[in-house]
């Protein structure tokens, strides 16, 4: 008897089979594969966010005024030193009315000026009567020493006959009298001296007063002047314009920021380690800097400073879920040279503690 001829299987059985016993396998394989790689390529540690430090630099008025000139625009290149803006600080109106004010106060000061120097001029003549009675009244004084001595001589002649012929109260006052006469005069003469050297002060301190009140005047007027002068604004540092916030003609107050300039190249990275801190990194530390990019390109380098506290994170770096307010220890890392990070790009960092 001949063998019977096998059934052939279908195919759809067959991938059935394919399906039940092979594929599930297959499948489990590549997703551990892929979650390997996606492991090994683009996830970091959840507790460390870094982004490379932009240095920009605000252009601002301290005066408030009207923008007469905008020589840049976004995106073009300054170098330190260039033109940014010009502004017109002062209007017409004020101005003139800050000059009318300047005459008014000017006519004041030198009303106030010539009455004080009036003032002094008096006080300055009455002062230098006042020495000349003073002197007489010295020279005065020097005769009556003269006569007092001779008065007390003759009592003291008197005085020494035998038997005396004068009491010696009478002596005693004569003596007492040419004693406090010499001491009047010394001091007097002693008053007179010093007098001498402050009655010429009295009319140079006025001279002085009315030359400083001048001064000030002066000051005042150049003040006005100068800001009634445009203000040149220039670039505080090589970049490139990523902000115009105004346009000519707009007038701007005082503080507000005209033109943001940023670096082109920047100087480190500043990173943020979450709660938990399992190891407190400290400088001289490496680290692993990673770029997110499709191709992996990952570099070392050094923690160069670590702050002292925990410091808000950059809503940049926050993660999505977390709340307003997120904290972490700030470090700061240094630019690794074989990664062409741009300023402000968001990087991976893995830290890596010396044991």
Known sequence: MDPLTPIPTPPAQRWREFRIQVLPPLAFVAVMVCVGLLWQRYVFPSNIVAQVEAETASVIST???KIETLAVQRFQQVKKGDVIAILSIADTNLLAAGIESTRADLAIMRERIEVGTLRGTQNYEQQRLTYLEQRAQWLEDQVNVKLAEATYRIQEDLMKRVPPLTDSNTYNQAYFRWEALQV???EMEAF???KEHVL???LADVTNSAGVI?????ARTKHILAASSNIVLRAPMDGIITLCSNAVGERIMAGTPIVVISATKPERIIAYMRQPIAATPKPGDTVQVRRRTFRRQTATATISDVGPQLES???A???PGVGKVDLGLPFA???PSQLNLLPGEIVDVIYEPKH
């Open 214 to 218: 001048e001064q000030a005047i002066e």
């Open 63 to 65: 005066q408030p005024g």
């Open 317 to 319: 770096l926050m993660l």
């Open 313 to 315: 994170i950059s809503p």
């Open 200 to 202: 010429p002060r009295l």
């Open 184 to 186: 009047r005069v010394r």
């Open 333 to 335: 890392v240094n630019l």
């Open 192 to 194: 007179l001296k010093e």
